[in-house]
């Protein structure tokens, strides 16, 4: 069953996002090259409005996006219009819940023109029926289809600069229809930031550069960062050739930065003379193709270990069994597949498995390459995906983004507190939430396991990795501009995508670390 526009992949159906505001945004449009307008400071006169309205001018009579609005007057929206949130009935019931949501907030108030709103709420949604479920645990004659999916956000501006965005996948409890729920959360999360004020970040207008920059690495953000790159305004490649080549290719002058979810140690990165830049958080995911298993599947981190190790080589092993009462499992040999290649993926998964299991640490161990004691290999998130959704009674492991995009079922992990936590965006930024931050201190290099009751197990942060000196006084300037966008502007884009933006706290360290590149 399927909600919205669906492309035929996730990029091209964020930007069917753009397509359908009526004008509203182009994706020809980009953002302006001006500085951040002034008046997101405190004292702003007069002077500062003229400015502002200057600029918005300027960058409408030219085609170029307005500058984003700020934390400030993000508070101070009323009205929003909501756009269509794909096609079919489903979608248009999604649009006129989160209106009446809106509506009843005494806050919010959805009008019908953009012309007449203070910001356009606009989106894309797809579900898809992922098995029966029994409303008798003892008999399986009356059941209901159990639904997976996703509705993606993105509230703008009139210039089409994004204020705020979100997405929200089915909750596991919901005792409301999945397209009521999907609605619910988004009204539920936008009236809350709208409430606080809060923004991920403030916008920074991107510089136009000669120069051009490319890139290469990993597979895990390589989605955001195709659009990041797009909306920037800056002319940048990239190769998403997996985490190990791009530090390969940085390292021997053949990339101008790399992308990695493998992080470097102080001593690594000073040995190899690069800099790293957290840029954003994701969360890893067992994938799996279980046809008529029904509800969502739980697994520990030991089973996972086992699976992978081949000691459980079986759907319906005991162990498996025992933490999934209500499923109905097969008397099938499980199919695993994992990374072919170098990967920061595979570091990721293969470090929260050693963690879980002394024998798995022993035995196989953790790295963007381990000797995999079952299974078949696959090239990168997306291959990983194809090849689950293709095999029966398979499992894999993805980037959240990868899952939702070649809608697979993905399941719940047991976290440190106990909880099974499915990945979604509250819980990889709750995972995040007691990160260390301190003028002095590196970032911590994983975020496994994080304490805390919601945090889902196996989130990451991501990295971009530059040269520790850029003698092109050019490509110096081009590289410190699109990360101080990425930090900025950015992150205001990410979570449509299912990428959590950074905490406040990290950015902004992260954005005084650039003002040293040399």
Known sequence: ?????????????????????????????????????ITSFPGCNNVCILRRLAIVALALAFGLSAPAQTPETLSGIRTIQISALGNGPQARAMQERIAERLNKSGRLHAVTAAQASDAVLRGTSTLWASGRVSLNPRSHSVSSVNYQGYLSVELVDAGGQPLWSYLVTPSRFSMSGVADDLADQVASHLLSVVKSGAASAPAVGSTAHAVALHGAGATFPAPLYQRWFESSGQNVSYDANGSEAGLQMLTSGKADFAASDMPLSDQDSHSAHVRQFATVLGGVVPIYNLPGAGRDLNLTPEVLAGIYSGAIRKWNDPRIRAINHALKLPNAEIAVIHRSEGSGTTFVWSSFLSAASPEWKSSVGAGPHVAWPVGSGAKGNEGVAELVKKTEHSIGYVELTFAIQHQLNYAAVKNSAGQFIKADLASITAAAAGVPVTANQSLPLSILNAPGKNAYPISTFTWIMVPEQVSDSQERTALADLLNWMLTSGQKQCSALGYAPLPHEVAVRELQAISTLK
Do not use: K, N, W
């Open 1 to 37: 069953m399927e909600l919205g526009a669906v492309c035929s992949d996730f990029h091209q159906e964020i930007s069917c996002m753009r397509q359908s505001t009526g004008g509203v945004y182009s994706s020809t449009m980009r953002p302006s090259s001006s500085a951040p307008c």
